[in-house]
């Protein structure tokens, strides 16, 4: 099984001291660096201040369930990789946490080897959706030089054909210009006549 990057963190948030105590001991030992919650105000607390790229998350917990707790870690960090522990009687509950983001749910008591292979597809989809975007946000900056020097240029032709069209003053080829200068550049012909027009006074 291929080991997890270097200082990747994941959260454990169980209300369950043992269940805690042996994730942690079970995430140490294949590498990962681990954050232990015993509620959702812990756990909250973790994602805000630690960054942690997975989140292992008891569905059942007291005050605030698992349920009700994705959401609010999504919204803190929309690319956390989380995966539910559900009891086997929970199929509904653990349907509509995927709903609201979850990577995947593990039924309880966790197969530990199955955790493992889930986890590490868990944070590689996370990080090609965060390639994706990274990829999509360049790609928009890129757009956007290119168009601006694009657009720069563009300008740059057009006041030196209207420079030299105002100079040529009586060159009987100026209306063909304008109609093919008005064609290359996509600007209204009657707006660049009457630029042309202002500039030989």
């Not at 001291?17 to 015993?38: E, H, N, S």
């Not at 994705?70 to 990789?81: C, E």
């Not at 593990?106 to 889930?118: F, G, T, Y």
């Not at 210009?177 to 042309?196: H, I, Q, T, W």
């Amino acid at each position: 099984m291929t080991p997890p990057p270097d200082r990747t963190t994941v959260l454990v948030v169980d209300d369950e001291d043992g269940i805690r105590q042996a994730l942690t001991r079970f995430l140490t030992r294949l590498g990962y660096q681990v954050l232990a919650a015993a509620n959702a105000t812990e756990a909250l607390k973790y994602v805000g201040a630690d960054h942690p790229q997975a989140m292992l998350c008891d569905i059942r917990m007291p005050e605030t369930s698992g349920v009700e707790l994705l959401p609010k870690v999504l919204a803190q960090d929309p690319d956390l990789a989380v995966i539910m522990l559900t009891a086997i009687d929970e199929p509904r509950t653990a349907i509509e946490c995927l709903k609201l983001g979850a990577y995947d749910y593990l039924i309880k008591p966790v197969d530990l080897d199955e955790l493992e292979v889930s986890l590490l597809h868990a944070l590689r989809q996370r990080q090609l959706e965060v390639d994706r975007r990274e990829l999509e946000q360049w790609l928009a900056r890129e757009v956007a030089v290119r168009t601006r020097d694009l657009e720069e240029r563009t300008t740059a032709i057009e006041e030196i054909a209207l420079d030299a069209l105002a100079a040529a003053r009586d060159w009987s080829g100026t209306e063909a210009a304008l109609s093919k200068l008005a064609e290359e550049l996509g600007a209204p012909r009657e707006e660049l006549a009457a630029e042309l027009k202002r500039r030989r006074g």
